[in-house]
């Protein structure tokens, strides 16, 4: 028998079987993603993995306001600056007439899950408070969540817990419910440490942490 003939005899049925047997994990991928054109898209709902709410590495990341305590008479004066990744909030505290300098930024979050906020800093060894605005009103003003944290001319790591915010309306502590973590809408950094002179803080990022990274 001619070679041509042996090669086209009995072994073409299992190559022919080897074939489909390869196209067969083609054909299931379209099918399943045909049948995922009909499912409907979920979002993604609250997750225990931090949340990043500033960074820092573009200086149009978030308009910082500047309020000083001259809202009441003080003579307090902050600066905030955002370069080179970092977010520098300087000036000078004047306890008489009034007593702090705080720099804030609208940042609309969710932090269902988490624990608390964390953020990298370094300063002039001075404490500062950061703040979460949930929008919670309490005698017809706008609630201040607060807690302190210290710095050190080295960077550093410091972990505010939810569970540490203060709740104060000017200054003053208040009965207020707790915060609702889900509806974060800002965060502020305060200088209110009751001591006269010229400040220092860097903000190298700042995010959410929770069980997970304890």
Do not use: H
């Given at each position: 028998m001619p070679a041509a003939a042996r090669s086209s005899g009995r072994p073409l049925p299992r190559r022919r079987a080897r074939a489909r047997r390869a196209l067969l994990p083609a054909l299931l991928l379209l099918l399943g993603a045909a049948s995922g054109l009909s499912r409907?898209?979920?979002?993604?709902?609250?997750?225990?993995?931090?949340?990043?709410?500033f960074t820092f590495?573009?200086?149009?990341?978030?308009?910082?306001?500047?309020?000083?305590?001259?809202?009441?008479?003080?003579?307090?004066?902050?600066?905030?600056?955002?370069d080179q990744g970092t977010l520098r909030f300087t000036g000078t505290l004047v306890t008489q007439g009034g007593g702090?300098?705080?720099?804030r930024a609208r940042r609309a979050v969710d932090l269902t899950g988490q624990l608390g906020i964390e953020l990298r800093v370094r300063g002039s060894g001075r404490q500062f408070e950061v703040e979460l605005d949930d929008g919670v009103r309490a005698y017809g003003r706008t609630?201040?969540?607060?807690?302190?944290?210290?710095?050190?001319?080295?960077?550093?790591?410091?972990?505010?817990?939810?569970?540490?915010?203060?709740?104060?309306?000017?200054?003053?502590?208040?009965n207020?419910?707790?915060?609702?973590?889900?509806?974060?809408r800002g965060l502020g950094l305060y200088m209110a440490d009751?001591?006269?002179g010229p400040f220092r803080l860097e903000v190298d990022y700042v995010r959410s942490y929770g069980r997970a990274d304890e």
């Open positions: 409907p898209v979920v979002a993604p709902g609250p997750t225990s993995a931090p949340v990043i709410l590495d573009r200086a149009d990341e978030a308009a910082w306001d500047v309020v000083n305590d001259g809202v009441m008479g003080g003579r307090s004066a902050g600066f905030v600056a955002v702090f300098t705080s720099v609630v201040s969540r607060r807690a302190p944290f210290a710095t050190s001319a080295e960077w550093t790591v410091v972990r505010v817990p939810f569970s540490a915010l203060r709740n104060t309306i000017f200054g003053q502590a208040v207020a419910p707790p915060i609702d973590v889900a509806r974060i009751g001591q006269d």
